[in-house]
C-alpha cells in the first residue's frame, strides 16, 4: 500500500502543475484565466496565443495526466485482485484530481479534460485515443454545448472499456472521471442541447 500511496502522491502533484498557465505566462506574456471562461486549461491557453502556446499547452497538459499513470501500471504490474483494482483506479483519477482541485492556485483548477485525455491514453494503452477523437467528433457536430459534448463522450469512454472487459480498475476510474467531469462542468448543462443549423435543416418537414 505505501508504494501505491507514493504513486497517488506523484499522479495528484504531477496533474497539479498548470502547464498550460505557465506556458501562457512565458511565451505571451500574460495570464490566459482572464479570457473564455476563466479557466487555467489548454483552451483559453490556445485562444490567448495561438497555435503555439495552444499546442504546447495540450501536449503537457496530456502529459501530466499520461506519464504517472503509464509509469506506476508499469511498475506495479496488472492487478490480481480487487484491492489492486481499485488501487489503480485511484492512481489513474490522481492526477485528474490534481488538475481539477490544483493546491497551486488556492484548490481552483480546471475542468481536467486533458489530464483525463492522458490518464484514459495510459491505462488503455492507446485505445482511448482515437475512441475520444471519434466520440468527440462525432457529438460536437450534432451539436454545440461543449458539456455535453464531454460528458457524453465520457460515457462513451466508460461503456466501451465495459464492453472490451478492459478491466475493473479502468471502469472504476472512469467513473470516478465521470463525477469530476460532471461536477466541473454542471454550470453549463443548463444550455441544455444546442442542436447545430445542418441538423435542423434535416429534422424540418419540406413544406
Do not use: C
Amino acid at each position: 500500500m505505501s508504494e501505491v500511496t507514493i504513486w497517488i502522491v506523484i499522479g495528484f502533484i504531477s496533474g497539479s502543475i498548470p502547464w498550460a498557465l505557465l506556458v501562457g505566462k512565458v511565451l505571451v506574456g500574460k495570464d490566459i484565466r482572464g479570457v473564455g471562461d476563466a479557466n487555467p486549461g489548454t483552451a483559453n491557453a490556445w485562444k490567448l496565443g495561438g497555435w503555439l502556446p495552444g499546442t504546447l499547452s495540450l501536449l503537457l497538459e496530456i502529459s501530466k495526466g499520461f506519464l504517472p499513470v503509464y509509469f506506476a501500471l508499469q511498475y506495479l504490474g496488472h492487478p490480481s485482485d480487487f484491492i489492486s483494482q481499485v488501487s489503480l483506479s485511484i492512481i489513474a483519477i490522481s492526477p485528474v484530481l490534481g488538475h481539477a482541485w490544483t493546491p497551486f492556485l488556492g484548490f481552483k483548477g480546471g475542468k481536467a479534460l486533458a489530464s483525463s485525455g492522458g490518464s484514459w491514453i495510459a491505462v488503455t494503452s492507446g485505445l482511448a485515443l482515437p475512441a475520444m477523437l471519434i466520440l468527440l467528433g462525432l457529438i460536437h457536430g450534432f451539436q454545440k454545448n461543449h458539456a455535453i459534448t464531454v460528458t457524453l463522450s465520457m460515457v462513451g469512454l466508460v461503456v466501451l472499456a465495459v464492453v472490451l472487459g478492459l478491466g475493473v480498475y479502468i471502469a472504476l476510474f472512469g467513473l470516478a472521471n465521470f463525477i469530476v467531469i460532471v461536477w466541473k462542468h454542471r454550470s453549463e448543462y443548463s444550455d441544455g442541447v444546442i442542436v447545430r443549423k445542418w441538423v435542423l435543416g434535416i429534422m424540418r418537414p419540406s413544406p
